[in-house]
């Protein structure tokens, strides 16, 4: 039981310093990208898997946009991830 308790905590630990990181890159991504037409607040609540998949076909050019974007899937993900928790 030690054991488990210790590799929560671990993943917890790593997936903490992570976000900083990716929290960080998705709000410079945002402002590049979409703070023209879109607040973060607009997309608080909504499902990040969903909000993903959204851009990454905007991405793909898949879906129409009015501003063409480029995003690998991390960095769609890592957005959407912010965007579902408007900007926090």
């Given at each position: 039981?030690?054991?488990?308790?210790?590799?929560?905590?671990?993943?917890?630990?790593?997936?903490?310093?992570?976000?900083?990181?990716?929290?960080a890159?998705a709000?410079?991504?945002?402002?590049?990208?979409?703070?023209?037409?879109?607040?973060?607040?607009?997309?608080?609540?909504?499902?990040?898997?969903?909000?993903?998949?959204?851009?990454?076909?905007?991405?793909?050019?898949?879906?129409?946009?009015?501003?063409?974007?480029?995003?690998?899937?991390?960095?769609?993900?890592?957005?959407?991830?912010?965007?579902?928790?408007?900007g926090?």
């Amino acid at each position: 039981m030690k054991i488990k308790a210790l590799m929560v905590v671990s993943a917890a630990a790593i997936f903490a310093g992570y976000g900083s990181a990716a929290l960080a890159d998705a709000k410079a991504t945002f402002n590049d990208f979409c703070s023209e037409c879109h607040e973060t607040a607009d997309f608080e609540g909504e499902n990040a898997a969903e909000l993903a998949a959204t851009i990454k076909k905007i991405s793909a050019g898949q879906m129409k946009h009015k501003k063409a974007i480029k995003l690998t899937d991390a960095e769609a993900t890592e957005m959407a991830a912010f965007m579902s928790k408007g900007g926090k």
